[in-house]
């Protein structure tokens, strides 16, 4: 009571108290102004001793609407009956340290109940209740599906082991608390909040146990979580720390958090705050959105099983979310990312494992960061797609593979600042078809590995220009050129590929196709030219291909330029096009059943 409050009659009771030693009533005092109507300050009055009882009666028998619960010594305070339903008022569970004050759901010694041998349940927080449990340690609580009809419990469904949170305007606030070692035969092994507000600060819960969903919180209402650690929960399906029903979300702002077990469930978890959130374990059971607002979202698959979520991340302009496997095998995402942050695959401090991206990622205007790691871009169908044309991808040391399924064609399109490198890998893989035009010289010094399927790059002005590295073919894959220039166009890369690969080119009647600028001595495979001329002109560092030629249509021609005592060699020739030999070397040519037309000009 505020001093100087008046009042008449007896001094009000203003609350009521218990520690585990004693129980306490709380009243109005008089120390400056005795005899009149003018209460000054707070008067305790041990009422008794306190009981195993005494937490269920400050919060289930109380007579006032603010009444509290303190664990004051060192001793470990043993419940007797349930809590069962949560009065209305303020209730305020606390401690002096989370090391020394804790409450525990194991029954005390001599407990005679019914459900003797059985931990107990603790917070049924169903009416309007401000609770707020404060600097303590609560563990081994149990609840289960109430099935007796003379049960005082208000929960049937056997949810929400320490705290069951379900009306609209309620508020329960957990601050600088442990919460462990408990279970739940429903949802929330630790806490199920359907209803009202709950707020997690600075706290920890842990091995917590749900036969339902959500092995330490279910949130099927809003629940905010600042600065606190899950780990070590698990529910009906495996591992989880906390399912997201629907309609439910949980924002974590504030200080830097840590869900260890995993995200599971269909609503939405928000991550706004510039402190980081960190995120392992298997979280493939998230199938909502998740949305980087702030910020840095961390997630480390270290153990095989871990997985990323199978939902939505959208990742907001100047958040970050940064993915690193060192699980020792490939981390495949079910889920599409939305925004303009930034996604970071791998970091500088160590080599990674590969991370796969699925389904259609076109909304993710932002930048990609490939660093020490593979990021693998799965097509398996016609409307999976790459980042938008607006986005940036840097390759870091690291390796972009598209792997394109069979029977599927692509095509991506660079401008020649969305794609960069320092060194690293392009890679196409796959037994698909994968078109690139633009200009791609942005990935400097990066070698292109063809391994499966075809790559094709596709030129229509010479302003579009292939990478820079070489480009290394294996067996069965292809590596064409198709030239819509009607002009002269350059493939100054060398060209090393494997006995049975393929480097074709495709062509209009006017177009030219370069490839003197690179040494292709390593190419063992077969050279097809479909339609168009492929031209070589031989000079001190280059060299032909090793491998067979194909004029394939009377539409190809070759058009080798040897030097002044020179002597080259064509391995094998076959097709009907034409073979123009220019210069004053020696071209030797092995036929292979050649019917084509032989132009000879020195």
Do not use: C
């Amino acid at each position: 009571l505020a001093a100087g409050t008046t009042e008449t009659g007896d001094a009000p009771k203003l609350a009521e108290w218990s520690t585990n030693v004693y129980e306490y009533d709380i009243t109005a005092a008089q120390t400056d102004n005795q005899g009149s109507a003018i209460y000054d300050s707070l008067k305790f009055v041990a009422a008794a001793p306190a009981t195993p009882d005494s937490l269920r009666t400050m919060n289930h028998e109380a007579q006032t609407e603010v009444r509290g619960f303190s664990v004051v010594t060192e001793d470990v305070y043993y419940i007797g009956r349930d809590l069962d339903e949560t009065l209305a008022g303020t209730f305020t569970v606390s401690g002096k340290n989370t090391n020394t004050s804790i409450i525990s759901g194991q029954r005390a010694d001599g407990y005679q109940g019914d459900d003797a041998g059985e931990n107990g349940s603790f917070f049924e927080v169903v009416n309007d209740t401000d609770l707020a449990i404060n600097t303590i340690t609560i563990q081994d609580a149990n609840r289960v599906v109430e099935t007796a009809d003379d049960s005082e419990s208000s929960v049937k469904d056997g949810s929400g082991s320490v705290v069951h949170l379900n009306n609209k305007d309620a508020n329960v606030t957990i601050t600088n608390a442990i919460l462990k070692d408990s279970s739940a035969e429903g949802n929330g092994g630790i806490i199920a909040a359907h209803a009202g507000s709950l707020a997690i600060t600075g706290s920890e819960l842990s091995g917590g146990t749900s036969g339902g969903l959500g092995g330490a919180l279910y949130a099927a209402t809003t629940v905010n979580i600042s600065g606190s650690t899950f780990s070590g929960n698990k529910d009906s399906n495996g591992a989880n720390d906390i399912y997201v029903a629907q309609g439910g979300t949980v924002n974590f702002t504030g200080a830097k958090s840590t869900i260890s077990s995993g995200l599971a469930g269909v609503g939405t978890v928000n991550k706004d705050s510039s402190e980081d959130l960190n995120l392992s374990g298997t979280n493939s059971g998230f199938t909502g959105d998740l949305n980087v607002v702030s910020g840095a979202l961390n997630f480390n698959a270290d153990e095989t099983t871990d997985s990323y979520i199978s939902g939505v991340t959208n990742i907001s302009s100047g958040a970050n979310v940064n993915i690193l496997n060192t699980s020792g095998q490939n981390l495949d995402i079910a889920g599409t990312f939305e925004g303009d942050g930034r996604l970071n695959i791998g970091n500088s401090d160590a080599d990674y494992n590969s991370v796969t991206i699925n389904g259609d990622n076109s909304e993710y205007t932002g930048n990609a960061t490939i660093t020490n790691g593979q990021l693998i871009v799965k097509m398996d169908d016609e409307n999976d797609e790459y980042f938008a044309d607006s986005s940036q991808t840097f390759v870091v040391n690291g390796t972009l593979t598209f792997d394109v399924a069979e029977n599927i064609n692509k095509t991506i399109t660079s401008t020649g600042s969305n794609f960069a490198s320092t060194g690293g890998i392009f890679e196409k893989a796959g037994a698909g078809n994968l078109s690139i035009t633009g200009n791609w010289r942005g990935l400097q010094g990066a070698e292109t590995n063809v391994s499966g399927g075809t790559l094709e790059f596709v030129a229509n002005s010479a302003a579009d220009l292939m990478i820079s590295g070489d480009i290394n073919i294996v067996k069965d894959a292809v590596f064409q050129v198709t030239n819509n220039t009607n002009g002269r166009w350059y493939l100054s890369n060398k060209l090393a590929g494997e006995a049975g690969s393929t480097f074709a080119v495709v062509g209009t009647d006017n177009s030219v196709t370069d490839i003197s600028n690179g040494n292709h001595s390593q190419f063992l495979g077969d050279t097809v030219i479909q339609t168009g001329t492929l031209e070589f002109t031989k000079n001190d560092t280059n060299a032909f291909v090793a491998g067979g030629v194909n004029l394939n249509s009377e539409a190809s021609k070759l058009t080798y330029t040897t030097v002044y005592n020179g002597d080259e060699t064509i391995s094998a020739l076959k097709g009907s096009g034409t073979l123009n030999k220019r210069g004053s070397g020696t071209l030797t040519v092995n036929d292979n059943d050649f019917e084509g037309t032989v132009d000879v000009n020195t």
